[in-house]
Structures are given as structure tokens and as C-alpha cells.
């Protein structure tokens, strides 16, 4: 008889209030071929405090920053203030510049263009990239 090990998972995938939402999908489902899928949202320290532990979200793709940030503030109300307005993001590793006055506003693009290369708070997020929400941090 042979037992295999439980899978890992963070607190997200047992946590997830997203599940029920038409927002998430299953973090195999990339959609190659058929233009959407899904990305992986990074929730670091007080985001994912915020969220209570909450460290990876996996989101249909493709969207907006802006869209996003809206998605985050419907599922854990006052996040864009206390933490996303001060936050750092990243796309693929790379650190991206948007207006902290556009988080709690903005407007309500879906980013589902094709083709569209945007910055800021239209920036296009395209299944299988990788977001990371990095709040700051202080040490004494």
C-alpha cells in the first residue's frame, strides 16, 4: 500500500473567498488558445494579513491593475486604503509605476482589449503573469 503526501497549499486555496466567484479558476486552467485564463496575485505582509493570511489569489485573466485592485476592495472592503495606496506592484517580476490616488477611484475598463499595452492602472494582466502586491515595511 502506497499513501501519497497531501498536496501543499497556502492559505489561499483552502480560504479562498474568491472560489465562488466567476472571478477565479483553477490555477491549471492557463486558456492557451483562447485568449483568457488565469494569473497568480502574490499577497505580501499586510495584504495578506488584510485578507486574513491569504497569500495567493489565482483570478481570470485577461484584466486590468485597476480591475484588480476593484476585485481586492469588494472581497476585503478598506484594503485599497490601508494597504494597496501604499503598496508596490510587480508584474512578472518587474516593479510597475501607477497613480496611489487611482486606486480607491478610477475607472471601470475591463482590460480586455486585444493587443492593448497600457501602463499604471491599465495595465493589461495576461493569463499566466504573475502580480505581486508588496506593501511596505519598516524595521527598527
Do not use: C, W
Amino acid at each position: 500500500m502506497s499513501s501519497t503526501p497531501a498536496p501543499h497549499t497556502t492559505g489561499a486555496a483552502q480560504q479562498n473567498p474568491l472560489a465562488p466567484d466567476a472571478m477565479t479558476a483553477p490555477a491549471t486552467d492557463r486558456g492557451e488558445g483562447t485568449g483568457t485564463g488565469t494569473f497568480t496575485l502574490l499577497l505580501f505582509a499586510a495584504a495578506s494579513t488584510f485578507t486574513g493570511g491569504l497569500e495567493t489569489l489565482h483570478l481570470r485573466a485577461p484584466t486590468t491593475l485597476g480591475a484588480v485592485f476593484r476585485t481586492l476592495e469588494t472581497r476585503f472592503p478598506g484594503i485599497s486604503h490601508a494597504v494597496l495606496r501604499s503598496a508596490a506592484v510587480t508584474v512578472n517580476l518587474e516593479y510597475v509605476d501607477f497613480d496611489p490616488d487611482e486606486v480607491e477611484g478610477g475607472d471601470e475598463r475591463d482590460g480586455e482589449g486585444e493587443g492593448e499595452s497600457k501602463t499604471g492602472m491599465d495595465l493589461v494582466i495576461n493569463p499566466g503573469d504573475e502580480v505581486g502586491i508588496i506593501p511596505p515595511v519598516s524595521s527598527g
